[in-house]
């Protein structure tokens, strides 16, 4: 009689990440890895399946992320012979973050060398345009299949754009039998995630389902099976969230059951990631990502009367307070928060102080980020009324004085301003400017200007609290030259609000969500 067949089919963990350079985001990927592992053993499964970026990037691992990799997997190793009578296989495949650029080897190949993990790998011969798929050799820790039990396990490390040129020389090196048959692949189908490149299901691809049962792959990070009806192409999506737009997104793994007595049919459970924690077993937990619909400011008179309405709002939103929480920051359930402010206000908006706005937040809410956009305009109130005898130029001017006179601590300098934009600077600030001939300018016509200077720099606030920040930097100096710090340090309450200052300027940046691995990888650029 033969046994069934149990595995779990993973992908895109990418150890290693520290999202929006926040600590404890690293050790929340590490912490839905170990989840992972209990699972296997929990569930008592005959092989693990990652299905590429294991490991976030080969320029980005450290000495300490592959030691905590491969102490993880050890412990893994050691617990799953101790309960279940043998070590529960992981077997991998390289996505496009494994792909090495200043090197032949990749970590990946290192764990295999250490039997952690089982690589395999399909070589793809260009003179004859075929795919080999030999056995995995233990001795050499190569291959592109491997059988266990009455299943067979083919693997393809990412290939890009060339891909769907696989698909039809796949077919042929795969023979038909009554085993049951995996292909890895890494790689997505076009249309389930608009940030990157997908392939259709295409006539070569629907073709590869005759020589094989279950299609596992990884790259997009959100969850889906296809076709809807009897699926054999299976995408679980990432373990943690990797950016703001998964956070609503299906991810997690699948949990299959094959059972060759039965004509090879298999079962497959969906497990998917929590927006925090959770003691359901078939969720799993990740960190919370707070996100709301933007705050309208406009009713605000004042910068002071808006920090108020923000934090009003995010009171009745439910964002926890810090005098009513206790968590430890290791706590998923303390979270991520995303907010942006809108709306056209009365007052200048140069008097929106960002830093102001993001330390009042983090002073009031226990959060263990924050990203904080601003879409908030100046209503302006006058019009231009042109006169057809104008001129481009003067059109221009007038535009610019009613523009300067918006704003209340200029009004009297107007004209002083104009002419420094217009007949001074205005031809200088060109692609090919020589900048420092710039500056000297604005220099000299500040020295000639005292009461404009002064007055920029009070709204810019250079003058606040200078001696602290130059303490501060020395401080962080000194502390920096004294110690390095290791980034897998459990970090206390103490220890993060010493250095989460730095991060708050970061979250700060607009495309902080782009990954150029993606863009590299998928082709989209020529190197």
Known sequence: MKDKIRFIHTADLHLGKT?????????????????????????????????????????????????????NIQDFQSKSEEELGFKIPIICIEGNHETPFFSDRTWLELLADLNLIILLSGQF???????????????????????????????MSYFGSSTPGLFSLIRKEIPKNDKFIILLMHFGIQGYDKRKKGYDINKELKELHKHVDYLALGHFHNQ???????????????????????????????LVDIFPEENNNFQVKSLTSENGNTNDPLNIPNR?????????????????????????????????????????????DVPILYITIKGRISYSELEIDLKELRNLIFDTFYILGLKLNNHVFSKTEYNLEVDESWSFERIEEEALLATIEEEENFKAHKNEIANLLL???KNKLTKTADHIIVKKELDNWFELNPEILEKVEDIVRLEKKPKKQNQMKK???????????????IWDENDFAEEFGEFKEILNIEDDDLDIDDIIDDGELDL
């Open 475 to 489: 401080r962080n100096k000194k502390k920096q030259q004294a110690k390095q710090v290791s980034i897998d340090k």
């Open 125 to 155: 011969i260009s003179d004859s345009k075929r795919v080999i798929f030999n056995d995995y050799s233990y001795r050499e820790h190569k291959g592109g299949k491997i059988t266990i039990k009455d299943s067979v396990i083919y693997g």
């Open 423 to 425: 007949n001074q600077l």
């Open 288 to 332: 919370k990502f707070l996100s709301f619909n933007p705050i309208d400011i406009s009713e605000s008179k004042s910068f002071e009367e808006a920090q108020n309405m923000v934090i009003t709002k995010l009171r009745k939103l439910g964002v926890p307070e810090r005098n009513n929480t206790n968590l430890s920051l290791t706590n998923l």
């Open 224 to 254: 889906y099976q296809l076709p809807e009806k009897d699926p054999w192409i299976f995408n679980p999506g990432s373990l943690e969230i990797n950016e703001i737009t998964e956070y609503n997104e299906k991810r997690g793994i699948f």
């Open 19 to 71: 999202l929006y350079g926040i600590p404890q985001r690293y050790e929340d990927f590490f912490k839905a890895f170990e989840w992972l592992l209990n699972k296997a053993i929990y569930e008592k499964v005959d092989f693990v399946l990652i299905c590429g970026d294991f490991i976030d990037s080969e320029q980005k691992i450290n000495p300490s992320t592959l030691s905590k990799i491969i102490t």
